[in-house]
């Protein structure tokens, strides 16, 4: 467990010499988390420790999910990094970025500090050993998750460019943890409204998904709306150049095909149509063109989707 060990205790701060080489929780005594039959009953805490109905955080607006592993896991520290340098581009494209964690509200404001973040929404599970929310999202729990030799190989790769673990305790002081080592996280694309047009599931702890797709999601456009007057620093993180953020500023940036949402490509499919590819103003003009002449024989006409 030598390894494992690395996973979940920092090198630059060690326990006490009698916690040197903590043992792995019983993977029995987590998991199993009771959904309520009402999903859209489960509520989650925000960093003041109220509780916010978890399908509200999407319900009147758009959101990107991250819900990560576990506070003070180096994969989620590397995952929160990725997920906060591509922020520009989903504000600029009208999308909020929102954490979900599990713990206690301590933990989201101490995570928000490290993390610097001003503008991303933080939320915890209260639920550390059996998370609701983890599970009424699906999300993968099981000894693989830190086992899967990907997952060894990339926790040693986050050592070495500098991520540690540990710094969010239980309070009582009973884990070095704050919730379940053996559960993964995901990344969602959500709202307005009970929708769903992006879906990422870790299999082992430090997966994440694509970014370009994630983008292309969140904004409906297969440049990950970046359009013309954004571009990238050193970091990775996209800016926007041209100072505006009016309507015709907005409009006037979207380059590149419409990317197609899962639930609208299904609904093309049963009513026999093809999507055409626009651009520009038309992405957000030419919402539905009909026609004749189907190139696939299918008839009844293509399908134009905008943001």
Request: net charge negative; hydrophobic share 35%.
């Amino acid at each position: 467990t030598a390894l494992l060990d690395r996973f979940t205790m920092p090198p630059s701060d060690p326990p006490p010499s009698e916690q040197a080489s903590p043992s792995l929780p019983d993977i029995n005594a987590g998991g199993g988390a009771v959904v309520p039959p009402n999903k859209l009953d489960i509520d989650v805490l925000n960093t003041d420790g109220a509780r916010i109905n978890l399908f509200g955080l999407w319900s009147e607006r758009r959101i990107v999910l991250c819900v990560l592993r576990h506070f003070g896991c180096r994969f989620c520290r590397e995952h929160t990094k990725i997920m906060l340098d591509i922020e520009g581009r989903l504000k600029k494209n009208k999308v909020r970025l929102v954490f979900v964690g599990m713990g206690t509200a301590e933990h989201a404001k101490a995570f928000v500090k490290e993390h610097n973040i001003r503008s991303a929404e933080v939320y915890v599970d209260h639920n550390p050993d059996r998370p609701v929310t983890y599970a009424a999202l699906a999300l993968r729990r099981g000894m693989e998750v830190i086992t899967n030799p990907k997952a060894q190989e990339r926790g040693e790769a986050l050592l070495r460019a500098g991520f540690t673990d540990g710094g969010y305790p239980r309070p009582d002081g009973s884990s070095p943890w704050t919730g379940d080592i053996y559960q993964a996280g995901g990344v969602f694309v959500l709202g307005p409204g009970n929708f769903c047009d992006f879906a990422f599931r870790a299999t082992y702890a430090g997966e994440v998904p694509d970014m370009d797709e994630l983008l292309a999601a969140a904004s409906g456009f297969a440049d990950g709306g970046r359009g013309s007057s954004s571009s990238s620093d050193a970091s990775g993180a996209t800016t926007d150049d041209s100072g505006s953020d009016d309507e015709s500023s907005r409009r006037g940036s979207r380059d590149g095909p419409t990317y197609l949402y899962p639930a609208t490509q299904s609904w093309v499919d049963r009513m026999g149509m093809t999507k055409r590819s626009v651009s520009g103003d038309d992405a957000f003009d030419e919402i539905m063109a009909e026609g004749s002449g189907d190139e696939d024989g299918g008839g009844g006409g293509h399908a134009a989707l905008g943001h």
